[in-house]
């Protein structure tokens, strides 16, 4: 790293203050906003002038303002109507040669198309929080009850994100870690850093700290420092040879499996782009989907389920609805190689991609024909 990774913010400009007479209007007076300073550095940092900035929590509107000063296009979604009115007032104010825009919307489906964002920039709404959340409640993230809920509400957000933004665009997601109010650490920065970096590539933290010292609504804990997150929408060539010998061992192994995707492509010599991971269809059977997660933890892989790492016995009622397994190895010279296992496709039943598969040096793979319709379903062409 060669930039310094932690950042003293002071105080608030007066002048990039949210008005104190919009910080009345709203329910809690606004103590969950961000500063305009924390956003402008990281604005100035991950963008250019004229680039198109989101803010899926966009609360007051903190992010958009730093946008019109800085010459971004902002675009933010908030969940609170109220909320959404103050943004709106706020930035009515505000001088700006760019647009911004706020709508009324859930971060977890916002109308955004994609690879669109050039930068997502946003402070999450923390779990834990006795914060009243306006909005549809179901909706709210500062109403969920539950941890592995809260986790699940911000890995359907950043999957969203890794969908708007542009190959190259960056995430930047500001987070503490909290200690609630009887004491219980929750590591809710770090948990959202993995849930990430299964979407996107992590790239670097760096630390805001502030002179804070009252504890947070809820919490024990000052927000004295926090996390940025950034990440990047990159997906890096896999070594093919390494593919390869993994699915040779998957083989040897006594799995049942059909290549598709681009590694199947590659495998058929018939690659548009080199592939980033492997992508394997797998019957629908308990013992295959066991023998999968016992045979890739063995080979030094780690396996997740929608953001959750699992192990062999799996919890198959769990996996139900839940399309597939990823597995990931990571080597200590940082190559790494990712499989995602389907084992639910509609489109294409297990039976019927056997039926039709080729054998590449041994290898199952699906027919070209079926893999280029399952791509065109999957990037929606079809
Ligand atoms: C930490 S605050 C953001 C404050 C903002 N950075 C600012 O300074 O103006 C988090 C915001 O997320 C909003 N929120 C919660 N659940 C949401 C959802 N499902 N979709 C969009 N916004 C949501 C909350 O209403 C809250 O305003």
Same mark, same amino acid.
């Given at each position: 790293m060669t930039h310094q990774s932690w950042i003293h913010l002071t105080d608030e400009a007066q002048a990039t203050r949210l008005p104190e007479a919009l910080k009345r209007r709203d329910r809690v007076a606004a103590i969950d906003r961000g500063w305009v300073e924390q956003i402008r550095l990281f604005l100035t940092l991950f963008s250019q002038p004229g680039e198109l900035v989101y803010d899926p929590f966009a609360g007051f509107g903190t992010t958009l303002v730093a946008c019109a000063l800085e010459g971004r296009r902002g675009l933010g979604v908030e969940i609170d109507p109220e909320r959404v009115d103050l943004a709106r007032t706020w930035l009515a104010d505000v001088e700006s040669r760019t647009q911004q825009e706020v709508l009324l919307a859930d971060a977890r489906?916002?109308? =955004?198309?994609?690879?669109? +964002?050039?930068?997502?920039?946003?402070?999450? $709404?923390?779990?834990?929080?006795?914060?009243?959340?306006?909005?549809?409640?179901?909706?709210?993230?500062?109403v969920i009850e539950h941890y592995a809920d809260y986790l699940a509400f911000l890995d359907s957000v950043f999957a969203q994100l890794a969908r708007v933004l542009r190959p190259g665009g960056r995430?930047?997601? =500001?987070?503490?870690?909290? +200690?609630?109010?009887?004491?219980?650490?929750? $590591?809710q920065a770090w948990d959202a850093a993995r849930l990430i970096g299964g979407r996107l590539e992590l790239e670097e933290e760096r630390i805001l700290c502030y002179d804070h010292k009252q504890p947070q609504e809820g919490t024990q804990t000052s927000r004295a420092h926090e996390y940025a997150l950034i990440a990047c929408k990159r997906r890096r060539p896999m070594d093919l040879e390494a593919a390869r010998c993994l699915l040779l061992q998957l083989l040897a192994g006594g799995l049942s499996f059909t290549v598709i995707g681009s590694m199947g492509l590659v495998l058929l010599g018939d690659a548009p782009r080199h592939p980033a991971d492997v992508d394997l269809l797998l019957p629908a059977s308990p013992q295959q989907l066991d023998l999968f997660a016992s045979l890739v933890r063995g080979l030094g892989f780690q396996v997740m389920s929608w953001g959750e790492p699992v192990t062999a016995p799996l919890d198959h009622e769990k996996l139900q609805g839940r399309f597939y397994l990823r597995a990931r190895r990571l080597e200590k010279d940082g190559a790494e190689l990712m499989?995602?296992?389907?084992?639910?496709c509609p489109w294409l039943p297990f039976d019927e991609a056997s039926e039709h598969q080729l054998k590449c040096r041994g290898i199952p793979v699906a027919s070209k024909h079926h893999i280029t319709r399952l791509m065109k379903v999957r990037d929606g062409s079809l």
């Open positions: 489906n916002a109308p =955004l198309d994609p690879d669109s +964002v050039d930068l997502c920039l946003t402070n999450l $709404p923390y779990f834990g929080s006795r914060l009243v959340g306006g909005g549809p409640q179901h909706a709210q993230a500062y995430l930047v997601a =500001l987070l503490e870690n909290v +200690v609630l109010a009887n004491g219980r650490f929750v $590591p499989v995602d296992a389907t084992y639910e």
